[in-house]
């Protein structure tokens, strides 16, 4: 079956760090370019990161450039996101999505994983 | 960065009525790089259209996509039940990847 499962959230508190995977599984997971994508509770979809899919490029939103941390295991088909430093204002769904690799759309989301920061 | 509006924020209908959803981008969306996603409570968004228009594996004909440049809209042809969710503008032009504020479509 092709799909991305997302583990690793939880309640951490302000300041704290927490690292996110997605699985993937039933496709060519080094073909893609893969997204992490974040929903707060209640709210919209932001994008957050990005990386290639050989990994040598990676980009950020301002709001977590220099906190989170986007990297990929190709022979694990498995994605990360690494996140330091953590605020309030980080708690959210946090999504894997898949690029489509000709039309570049986010054709494949995973199910979510909630991060809660709190003290 | 490119912000997307969508509107109207809620639109309330009732089954077997037609809905049509409006997102507008802030500057032009080159190549028609735009998608709609609808998310139901709880779960991932799921694709409906890409390339502004093209229909995604599996979506019923009773959803369409039209428009080009700053315009864009999304039109459900007659409800169905499952169809009460909220829908998502995407633009993947640009990087940012940036999303609307979504349309809640709910039961009159």
């Known amino acids: 079956e092709v799909q991305l499962v997302e583990s690793g959230g939880g309640l951490v508190q302000p300041g704290g760090s927490l690292r996110l995977s997605c699985a993937a599984s039933?496709?060519?997971?080094?073909?893609?370019?893969m997204y992490w994508v974040r929903q707060p509770p209640g709210k919209g979809l932001m994008w957050i990161s990005r990386i290639s899919s050989d990994g040598s490029s990676t980009t950020y939103a301002d709001s977590v450039e220099g906190r989170f941390t986007i990297s990929r295991d190709n022979a694990k088909s498995t994605l990360y996101l690494q996140m330091n430093s953590l605020e309030v204002e980080d708690t959210a769904v946090f999504f894997c999505?898949?690029?489509?690799?000709?039309?570049?759309?986010?054709?494949?989301w995973g199910r979510g994983t909630l991060v809660t920061v709190s003290s | 960065e490119i912000v997307l509006t969508q509107s109207p924020g809620t639109l309330s209908l009732s089954a077997g009525e037609r809905a049509t959803l409006s997102c507008r981008t802030s500057q032009s969306v080159r190549d028609n790089h735009f998608a709609w996603y609808q998310q139901h409570p709880g779960q991932a968004p799921r694709v409906l259209i890409y390339g502004a228009t093209t229909r995604a594996a599996g979506i019923p004909d009773r959803f369409s996509g039209s428009g080009s440049g700053t315009d864009f809209t999304l039109t459900i042809s007659r409800l169905e039940p499952e169809d009460f969710a909220v829908y998502y503008c995407?633009?993947?032009?640009?990087?940012?990847?940036?999303f609307g504020q979504g349309t809640k479509v709910e039961i009159k």
């Open positions: 999505a898949r690029a489509h690799p000709i039309s570049w759309h986010f054709d494949l």
């Open positions: 039933g496709f060519t997971f080094s073909s893609h370019w």
């Open positions: 995407l633009q993947y032009a640009d990087s940012p990847r940036t």
